[in-house]
């Protein structure tokens, strides 16, 4: 257990080195205003880099194992019923108390009171837990998974149209915060059990596509919410001033603060797990004192990433969005932004937790076939791309429809040429890229960025409705960025393929050629001379 941490605290420190070398680029452009806020940056980046290899050692030996066994225990039960119920519940239980979605809660209900931050996050928790219930009916009923996609989304887009412009982005950035670090490893293992059951065609494909689907749900929640909160306040949804995060809380207030809130992120799931555990698989104590024992792990882990988040990343966010419309600067200037945001995206996505944990997966699943590298690269570039888009919108003040819709159309007809294999992934990479230190640090920077937009030229758009939606960017550019890998992957393995049949055949005509039996040219040709002359 030891070599295993010091070498995920390896990993994860070169793997997060590309987002504090572009954080010290950034400070040195603007330098901040005190030497002890540097040491804020500097306490918050070593918490990040040991909570989360503590975090990813904890899930390895905890929470992943579980989600496997409880999903396996549905076998008992050849009940479609019994099977939905508890996905749902599970998917509830999972995202009720996402860290991401704690804090895109809170953001939302410092600018527009008529948000109830509870309300909304049991909402989306709702919305996940049905999404869940309807991914294990797409596996049971072994259901194409492009066919499932197509119509979810064609659903979201529907009450797209009748929701007010304020809840369009918030719907798309809350499905991405339910899917965090914690919701995310159980509910793939939750799907591998359960593929692995139930499942008529037991091949991969089945095992993936259950968080994208998932994620569809708290989308359509969002609207409806919007439609109805639009509808009883007489068409008015009035706001607060632009959100403004405190820089002045200390690590230990942090901690204190979070301690609660992790909890209520991890033990919902290992409390309903136990009856499962004990009563249907009936684990030997050992064994079963093991999987508790790796649970502390993962708490510790996660309150330690969060409180590092918080205490260093997310103000420096906030900095860096400000620092670009200082009035000493030309105007010109505040374009850098787009280049910014592509590499602080790409930067973040290689040291998420949750894109590390189905980076893992993936690999396990494709038997080292898809590297964990080659899917957080292409993450990387997707999210990039994502950060990019997200901040030309809100510096030109476009309807974040303009850029979605295009996006998902891109996106749903490439499920065309894709290999379901990696329709399902493209569809899970979107739903957990969008975890909690994109959200602390991402989020921050986009809202500093819409509030300097709306006081410097007097903005058309409201905080609420240009600043948020980063998130929804990040969750369909890795759609398209997923699916090209799998149809380059195709393509190449087709080619392989056609190879391989010719080296098999010029292997099998040397073969012949070269055989003893077979005539040699001389004779063969003087047998044709004895055959004419006769």
Not at 12 to 30: D, H
Not at 205 to 217: E, F, P, Y
Not at 376 to 383: E, P, Q
């Amino acid at each position: 257990m030891k070599s295993k941490f010091f070498q995920t605290v390896r990993d994860t420190f070169f793997a997060s080195l590309p987002l504090a070398i572009i954080i010290v680029i950034c400070l040195c452009l603007a330098p901040l205003p005190s030497g002890g806020d540097y040491i804020k940056i500097l306490v918050g980046y070593v918490c990040v880099v040991l909570g989360q290899s503590m975090f990813l050692v904890g899930l390895e030996t905890s929470i992943l194992p579980i989600g496997r066994m409880v999903g396996g225990s549905f076998a008992k039960y050849n009940r479609l019923f019994f099977v939905l119920s508890f996905g749902f519940v599970f998917g509830l239980l999972a995202t009720v108390a996402e860290p991401a979605l704690a804090v895109l809660a809170k953001q939302i209900g410092v600018i527009m009171p008529l948000v109830n931050s509870t309300l909304f996050i049991w909402l989306t928790g709702t919305g996940i837990g049905i999404g869940v219930a309807i991914a294990l009916v797409r596996i049971v009923r072994n259901i194409n998974i492009k066919w499932v996609f197509a119509v979810l989304y064609g659903i979201v887009f529907l009450l797209v149209i009748f929701s007010p412009e304020e809840f369009i982005a918030l719907a798309f950035d809350g499905s991405g915060a339910t899917t965090g670090d914690v919701s995310v490893p159980f509910i793939l293992a939750l799907g591998l059990g359960i593929s692995a059951t139930f499942s008529k065609s037991k091949t991969n494909d089945d095992s993936l596509g259950i968080i994208g689907i998932a994620s569809v749900g708290p989308i359509c929640s969002v609207l409806l919410y919007g439609i109805v909160l639009k509808a009883i306040n007489g068409g008015s949804l009035p706001q607060e001033n632009p959100y403004e995060m405190s820089m002045e809380r200390g690590l230990w207030d942090i901690l204190l603060g979070n301690i609660g809130d992790v909890a209520l992120a991890v033990l919902p799931i290992v409390l309903i797990s136990i009856p499962f555990l004990l009563l249907l698989l009936k684990l030997p104590r050992r064994t079963f004192i093991t999987l508790l024992v790796g649970v502390i792990p993962v708490y510790l882990g996660l309150l330690i990433f969060l409180s590092g988040i918080d205490f260093g990343f997310g103000f420096v966010g906030q900095y860096i969005g400000r620092i670009f419309f200082d009035a000493s600067r030309p105007d010109w200037f505040k374009w850098l932004l787009l280049a910014v945001g592509f590499v602080l995206g790409a930067a973040i996505t290689v040291s998420e937790p949750a894109v590390t944990v189905l980076g893992l997966q993936i690999e396990e699943l494709t038997n080292g076939h898809i590297k964990k590298m080659t899917i957080r690269l292409t993450l990387a570039l997707g999210i990039g791309v994502a950060s990019l888009l997200s901040i030309l919108k809100i510096l030109t003040e476009l309807p974040i429809l303009y850029f979605l819709v295009p996006l998902y159309a891109i996106s749903l007809l490439m499920m065309i040429f894709t290999p379901k294999l990696f329709v399902g992934l493209a569809f899970d990479s979107g739903g957990v890229t969008g975890g909690a230190l994109t959200s602390a640090f991402l989020t921050p920077l986009t809202l500093s960025i819409a509030g300097a937009v709306a006081e410097a030229g007097g903005g058309r758009l409201s905080v609420l409705t240009n600043g948020f939606g980063m998130i929804s960017f990040i969750s369909v550019t890795p759609l398209i960025a997923i699916q090209a890998l799998g149809i380059i992957y195709q393509i190449r393995l087709k080619r392989a393929e056609a190879e391989a049949i010719e080296e098999s055949f010029e292997d099998l005509e040397s073969f012949v050629l070269d055989s003893p039996e077979a005539p040699s040219d001389e004779h063969s040709s003087s047998e044709s001379e004895e055959d004419t002359n006769a």
